[in-house]
Nanobody, 124 residues
Framework: QVYLVESGGGLVQTGDSLRLSCAAS????????MGWFRQTPGKEREFVAA????????YYADSVNGRFTISRDNAKNTVYLQMNSLKPEDTAVYYC?????????????????WGQGTQVTVSS
């Protein structure tokens, strides 16, 4: 079992930055691909970014490409999501996810473990 704990969410203004963190309860570096997803009320959870086990391969949703950066520190079993130039449409609960495959994935059903989420609210 892998437990994931997100942190770093909050209330910010348009154009501000936030960095989300996701701490894993086990060593994830050699085995797990990691991802970030987000969800707003009444909508399905959507892909944001994903990273492979080494950090070399990264995927982004078109809506965040160029503004968000996913990274990982395997020594700390932590994945980050640096969010710059935030917009009101980025407002959502952000979830961290882990999959027992080294490669990243855009697909929600390919992840095995999920955190509880952290709220990000961007005011206009």
């Amino acid at each position: 079992q892998v437990y994931l704990v997100e942190s770093g969410g909050g209330l910010v203004q348009t154009g501000d930055s936030l960095r989300l963190s996701c701490a894993a309860s086990v060593r994830t570096s050699s085995t797990y691909g990691m991802g970030w997803f987000r969800q707003t009320p009444g909508k399905e959870r959507e892909f944001v970014a994903a990273i492979n086990w080494s950090g070399i391969s990264r995927y982004y949703a078109d809506s965040v490409n160029g503004r968000f950066t996913i990274s990982r520190d395997n020594a700390k079993n932590t994945v980050y999501l640096q969010m710059n130039s935030l917009k009101p449409e980025d407002t959502a609960v952000y979830y961290c996810a882990a999959r027992t495959v080294r490669a990243p994935s855009r697909w929600i059903n390919e992840y095995d473990y999920w955190g509880q989420g952290t709220q990000v609210t961007v005011s206009s």
